[in-house]
């Protein structure tokens, strides 16, 4: 565990980057430090690796000191990846993979062995190895520092903004990556951004920073949107914190409804069964939805496609939240959401009511938990 | 007669080609200054610049030293080291060295100061020791421009040996001295052609040398 001990950070001409910050970091899990410009954030992280020294405190790791051990063992013992990969443009990939192993003392070929096994691990084609870093996208690059700074295996890592430069459709694949190699993995890791959403999503812990180096709060993602600190945190926040909040709560004890759906070849006798329902649900042959259409518009045998409303985007149950189930309820004129199997196949449709009282439920849950957890 | 004429006379000429005064030790001579020279400027030059550039310190007093040396006319301090320590090597060595140390320590300078420096943050953030920093992530990004103020000093120093043989010292300054004096214009057209010749190799040695010792990610990003 990384323990940050009241560390304060002065510069020589008075600004204070970092104040009296205080923070447990847990192993193997993502922590997530976020905060406006000025806050200090890549700063804690640098102090972590010793690229600044702090004036006051002292940071452990695993109970000593981290000024314990010379700084470059310290700092083969930790991944470092900064925004724009940094990678060096003379190298090929494979070798700017191999940089630590070869500091280390790996010999170069069991080093280059290594180094692609981690261009797999992080997603590169085996046929990027040889190119050299101008050669790849923005996304790639990134891919590349990553793989990096994952080479000498070491238990932890520290990521300073490293998904800011690329674009949004991008981003979202590394974070996904880093998740899934995070699942993979279990490092401890610790990962600055600015990006408040990309703390929600990454981060098992979240410590939001306010500028002057201070901390405002630290608490998992769920907790942070559900119980801001302060109205810095709040507004921090940002808008609709209580749908992004939806996120948390999973969507597989929805209770799904099956009879309003129809296969699109159905006769006018299951028509007619249905005909109390204010919509139905038009699957093809397959049992993939197309749209919903109103029982005494719709002709037995043969549906005509044009006439559908939109069912908005289906969810997974047990994979999405219900934010998403609410998004597809909403997004649909019906005001019903359309939950589908792993192949897109209808399983069953739920109504902005039924999602109302699942919410409900699970807001009862939690409080339920803080009430345990209190009276502990 | 025109400049060819001359040229082809001189080059047609046998005693040109053997003896004291023949072109191979007039060639050799003025390579063997050349080739000191730079080495001796490099060995001031590169430390200098790759230190200064490295600690971002010293960039003023570089910018000084490079005018200054700039701006000392290598003929002047060639008479005058020759009145100080008459004849010999040294004499021309200085002017030859005082003029290529400006373009190497400078370019060295801005060279290792442009690299970006996000490589470099990483590097240290790895734990790279300072040396490895500045030698396996600075150095070979720079190289293109390192290399291009040796060149530029190697050519400065390749045409300015030249004026060795104004203190009596070899080279192919020799047939144009000589030659003026004793108005022989072959002389003078053919020592000027091989000092140009020899200028232009130059030029292919550098391109020769950096096509084998610069990265092709290098080379082909900056």
Same mark, same amino acid.
Request: hydrophobic residues 35%; glycine residues 12%.
């Given at each position: 565990m990384i323990r940050i001990d009241s560390v304060t950070k002065r510069y020589p001409d008075g600004t204070v980057a970092v104040d009296r910050l205080s923070l447990e970091i847990p192993d193997r899990a993502i922590t997530v430090l976020v905060g406006p410009s000025g806050c200090g954030k890549t700063t804690t992280l640098r102090m972590i690796n010793r690229m600044v020294e702090p004036s006051e405190g002292s940071i452990l790791l695993d109970g000593t000191d981290?000024? &314990? &051990?010379p700084v470059n063992t310290l700092r083969r013992s930790m991944g470092y990846v900064i925004q724009n990969a940094g990678? =060096? &443009?003379? @190298?090929?990939i494979l070798d700017n993979i191999a940089t630590v192993p070869r500091l280390l003392g790996t010999p170069k070929k069991e080093a280059r062995a290594r180094a692609a096994e981690l261009m797999e691990r992080v997603g590169l084609d085996s046929a990027l190895a040889k190119r050299y870093p101008y050669q790849l996208s923005g996304g790639q690059q990134q891919r590349v520092g990553v793989a990096r700074a994952l080479a000498a295996d070491p238990p932890v890592l520290l990521m300073d903004e490293? =998904? #800011?430069? *690329?674009d949004p459709v991008v981003r979202k694949g590394l974070q996904d990556e880093l998740l899934r190699i995070q699942d993979e993995l279990g490092k401890t890791i610790v990962f600055v951004t600015h990006d408040i959403d990309e703390a929600i999503k990454l981060g098992t812990m979240v410590a939001v920073l306010r500028t002057g180096g201070r901390l405002a709060q630290f608490a998992p993602p769920a907790d942070l949107l559900s119980a801001p600190a302060d109205a810095f945190v709040e507004d921090f926040l940002g808008a609709d914190r209580g749908i992004r909040r939806l996120s948390f709560f999973p969507s597989a004890d929805l209770e799904l409804q099956t009879a309003p759906i129809v296969g699109v070849d159905a006769d006018a006798d299951k028509l007619a069964a249905r005909a109390d329902a204010p919509y139905l649900l038009v699957t093809d042959l397959d049992g993939r939805p197309l749209g919903w259409g109103e029982p005494d518009r719709l002709t037995a045998g #043969? *549906?005509? @496609?044009?006439h559908l409303l939109d069912f908005g985007r289906p969810f997974v149950p047990g994979d999405d939240s219900l934010r998403t189930a609410l998004d597809g309820a909403v997004l649909s004129p019906t005001g019903w959401a359309v939950a589908v199997d792993g192949d897109g196949r209808a399983v069953g449709v739920v109504s902005q009511q039924v999602i109302g009282e699942a919410i409900r439920a699970a807001h009862r849950r939690v409080a339920r938990n803080t009430e345990v957890n209190a009276a502990r | 007669m025109n400049v060819l004429d001359f040229a082809r006379a001189f080059f047609s000429d046998g005693a040109h080609w053997h003896g004291y005064d023949g072109i191979p030790t007039r060639f050799t001579e003025h390579l063997t200054f050349s080739v000191e020279a730079l080495l001796i400027a490099a060995a001031i030059g590169l430390p200098v610049g790759l230190l200064t550039g490295h600690y971002g310190r010293g960039g003023n007093v570089l910018a000084l030293i490079a005018t200054a040396g700039r701006a000392l006319p290598s003929f002047g301090l060639l008479v005058l080291m020759f009145i100080w320590s008459g004849f010999g090597t040294l004499p021309v060595m200085i002017p030859l060295v005082v003029l290529a140390v400006p373009p190497i320590l400078v370019t060295t300078y801005e060279a290792i100061r442009s690299v970006d420096p996000s490589p470099v943050d990483a590097a240290r953030g790895m734990g790279m020791p300072e040396t490895r920093v500045l030698f396996q992530v600075e150095v070979p990004v720079a190289l293109p421009l390192v290399l291009s103020g040796l060149r530029t000093a190697a050519i400065q120093i390749v045409s300015t040996a030249t004026i060795a043989a104004y203190v009596s010292? +070899? +080279?192919? +300054?020799r047939y144009i001295i000589d030659g003026l004096y004793q108005k022989n214009y072959d002389k003078v057209v053919g020592g000027a052609t091989l000092v140009a010749g020899l200028a232009l190799a130059t030029l292919v040695v550098f391109w020769a040398l950096s096509r084998l010792t610069v990265s092709p990610g290098v080379r082909r990003s900056g």
């Open positions: 981290i000024r &314990q &051990q990678l =060096f &443009q003379h @190298r090929t490293p =998904f #800011s430069a *690329v #043969s *549906v005509e @496609r044009e | 010292l +070899g +080279g192919l +300054g």
